[in-house]
């Protein structure tokens, strides 16, 4: 599964140079606190689109692949191909009925077959040609499929309250535009992508996990900053006395903030089919 900070940003070829690097230690854990953070909600939503028995899979930046596994221990799927341009947190984790490639979604060969479910979470927002993307991907859904994408949105304002989170955050998002070309403006318009996409209907929903201590999110997010500082720093928004308050922050009984959603969108290839091709 894709987790915030994962991805498979192929586009650039920085996303796992630049700052989040697949090799750096502790690297696996951060990605695997962000699955215990949103994967219930991911795998209530995939089970209630039908993923199930006789399914064929695409999970697209599987990450580590909590969600591809949970889709066929859980949910009994037939099988799951899991991709991402670095797949060695997938090999170290194998499991019957998974099959790992490590490939790169933008490039123009990449057609794997049709399949009932093609799932990205925290991948496309790394990416540029937003639309181009998600038109190829609900190509690869076979009739009667769904097609289901995850991405961070951003619940900051120039109306929010001014905390430790929320200054880091707003310096965590344009530092990320800046070095790997994080995009999550665009985000809010998925629903209306997977309708010129061809599928129907579509949906959406907004997911907020709460910041406690100690929390799944709150380590995510402390974990990202200390990845992230640099890039953070290069704003002039934040100095490394406000990121060290704010990973502080988000660790204690005062932090009074919403952490960023997760916005799912998911819509349907129009026709009957059960398989991939």
Known sequence: MSTPGRGDAQGSGRYGEAVFRPEQAGEGERIDFGALAYDDITMARLRALGAGPGWHCL????????VSRRLLEEAGVESVLAVDRDVRFLRARPAPGLDVREVDVTAPDFAPGRFRLVHARFVLMHLPE????????????????????????????????????TEVMRAMWRGLRDTIGTDISWVPSYPQLLSGAGLVPVAAEIHVPPLEPGSPISRFWADTWERSRTAMRATGLVDDASVDTAIRYVDSEECASLSAGMLTAWGRKPGLGTASD
Do not use: M, N, Q
């Open 59 to 66: 999970d697209v930046g599987a990450g580590t692949g909590t």
């Open 130 to 165: 937003h639309e181009r993307l998600i038109g190829r991907l609900a190509e690869l859904v076979a009739p009667g499929g769904v097609l289901v994408l995850s991405d961070a949105i951003d619940l900051t304002s120039d109306r929010t309250p001014d905390t430790p989170y």
